[in-house]
C-alpha cells in the first residue's frame, strides 16, 4: 500500500526558507511522478509543483523562482526548498501521487508570520 509522510513544517518569518520532505513506500518510487500540493485556510487546495520520474519538474507560477523540488532515489524521498516564503504561503503542504490510485500524506503545516 502506497504510503507517504511529509515532514518539515513549522513557523517561520516573512523571507525565511524551509524545506518540506516526502518519504514514500510502497511503491515504485523510480517511476513515480510526485507532487507538492498546498491548502490554505478557507481556500481550495492546489497544485504548487511536480516531478517527474525523470526529475523534470514544474511550477505554479506563485512559486516559480522560489520554490525548487527535487527527489532522492536511495531515501524514496521527495524534497521542496522553498525560500523567500511569504504570509501567502501559509498552508498546509501535501504530498501526492497517482501512482497505485490518488494517494496523499497527512500534510504538514506552514506559517509564515513576524
Known amino acids: 500500500q502506497v504510503h507517504l509522510v511529509e515532514s518539515g513544517g513549522g513557523l517561520v518569518q516573512p523571507g525565511g526558507s524551509l524545506r518540506l520532505s516526502c518519504k514514500a513506500s510502497?511503491?515504485?518510487?523510480?517511476?513515480?511522478?510526485m507532487d507538492w500540493y498546498r491548502q490554505a485556510p478557507g481556500k481550495q487546495r492546489e497544485l504548487v509543483a511536480s516531478?517527474?520520474?525523470?526529475?523534470?519538474?514544474n511550477y505554479a507560477d506563485f512559486v516559480k523562482g522560489r520554490f525548487t523540488t527535487s527527489r532522492d532515489w536511495p531515501r524514496r524521498t521527495v524534497y521542496l526548498q522553498m525560500d523567500g516564503l511569504q504570509p501567502e504561503d501559509t498552508a498546509v503542504y501535501y504530498c501526492?501521487?497517482?501512482?497505485?490510485?490518488?494517494?496523499w500524506g497527512q500534510g504538514t503545516l506552514v506559517t509564515v508570520s513576524s
Open positions: 501526492h501521487t497517482y501512482y497505485g490510485g490518488d494517494r
Open positions: 516531478i517527474g520520474s525523470d526529475g523534470t519538474t
Open positions: 510502497g511503491l515504485n518510487f523510480k517511476i513515480a511522478s
